[in-house]
């Protein structure tokens, strides 16, 4: 293994972490993203570089499949900069999209990315994920939530948190799909990244709320890294 991947796997939690012992996780991941950045170096998925790798319709294209309308109120959870959310800010009435991450910062880079006139017309609400901006979005009743390319990034030891978080925005019509990469056991693919075996995600959510129904659909099966590419779908 190169230095820098050790580093990037091994070393630079533990680090960050003797220097803030107190500090939540999440505080970690936009600190290491923002460090990247400041240096600028490109991020993939968050910043001026973000590119959508599979194309920026990715997510709008499957939950238009499940029926999404104009009106509902959508959240995008862990939404980044905005890479995969034009095509859905642009689809939705105004004000009915709300965008939650971890730093304002990205959020910040989301409107660059959108454009005043975007922004001017449809009025998406961005929040930082913390209790006020949490409680906001409940408050907006969410018909849809959707996080791609964000389960990924949880690990263990806030695992079950995430999906409280999430599970909290939801009422009784909610659905949310949430998308990740399944393998049989744990995997940890590069320095902030997982893959979840579905299993953990099924005992989680029904850990949280015996009451949730979990259907889980393939996007695509990688066979040589032995990934499966899905998405879970969660309602009552
Ligand atoms: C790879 S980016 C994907 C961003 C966006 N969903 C996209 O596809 O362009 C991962 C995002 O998840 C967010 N994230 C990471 N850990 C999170 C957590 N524990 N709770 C909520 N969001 C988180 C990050 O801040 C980041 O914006």
């Given at each position: 293994?190169?230095?820098?991947?050790?580093?990037?796997?091994?070393?630079?939690?533990?680090?960050?972490?003797?220097?803030?012992?107190?500090?939540?996780?999440?505080?970690?991941?936009?600190?290491?993203?923002?460090?990247?950045?400041?240096?600028?170096?490109?991020?993939?998925?968050?910043?001026?570089?973000?590119?959508?790798?599979?194309?920026?319709?990715?997510?709008?294209?499957?939950?238009?499949?499940?029926?999404?309308?104009?009106?509902?109120?959508?959240?995008?959870?862990?939404?980044?900069?905005?890479?995969?959310?034009?095509?859905?800010?642009?689809?939705?009435?105004?004000?009915?999209?709300?965008?939650?991450?971890?730093?304002?910062?990205?959020?910040?880079?989301?409107?660059?990315?959108?454009?005043?006139?975007?922004?001017?017309?449809?009025?998406?609400?961005?929040?930082?994920?913390?209790?006020?901006?949490?409680?906001?979005?409940?408050?907006?009743?969410?018909?849809?939530?959707?996080?791609?390319?964000?389960?990924?990034?949880?690990?263990?030891?806030?695992?079950?948190?995430?999906?409280?978080?999430?599970?909290?925005?939801?009422?009784?019509?909610?659905?949310?799909?949430?998308?990740?990469?399944?393998?049989?056991?744990?995997?940890?693919?590069?320095?902030?990244?997982?893959?979840?075996?579905?299993?953990?995600?099924?005992?989680?959510?029904?850990?949280?709320?015996?009451?949730?129904?979990?259907?889980?659909?393939?996007?695509?099966?990688?066979?040589?890294?032995?990934?499966?590419?899905?998405?879970?779908?969660v309602g009552y």
């Amino acid at each position: 293994m190169r230095l820098g991947k050790f580093y990037r796997r091994h070393l630079r939690y533990p680090l960050w972490r003797l220097t803030h012992p107190f500090t939540r996780y999440e505080a970690y991941y936009a600190w290491v993203v923002t460090q990247k950045l400041k240096r600028g170096r490109k991020h993939p998925a968050i910043g001026p570089h973000a590119y959508a790798a599979r194309g920026e319709r990715e997510m709008i294209d499957v939950l238009l499949r499940h029926g999404l309308q104009p009106q509902q109120v959508v959240v995008d959870y862990g939404c980044g900069s905005l890479r995969l959310a034009r095509p859905l800010v642009e689809f939705l009435a105004p004000g009915k999209f709300w965008g939650l991450d971890l730093a304002q910062d990205f959020l910040d880079a989301g409107l660059v990315h959108l454009g005043p006139a975007l922004h001017g017309e449809k009025r998406p609400n961005l929040r930082v994920i913390d209790d006020a901006g949490l409680a906001a979005a409940k408050t907006a009743r969410p018909d849809v939530i959707a996080a791609w390319h964000v389960l990924g990034k949880v690990p263990d030891q806030i695992f079950e948190d995430f999906f409280r978080n999430i599970v909290g925005l939801m009422h009784p019509g909610t659905r949310a799909y949430l998308q990740f990469e399944d393998t049989p056991t744990r995997r940890q693919l590069h320095g902030l990244a997982w893959s979840i075996p579905r299993q953990m995600l099924l005992d989680t959510l029904a850990r949280i709320d015996p009451g949730l129904r979990v259907t889980i659909h393939e996007i695509k099966h990688n066979r040589h890294r032995g990934i499966r590419y899905v998405y879970a779908e969660v309602g009552y």
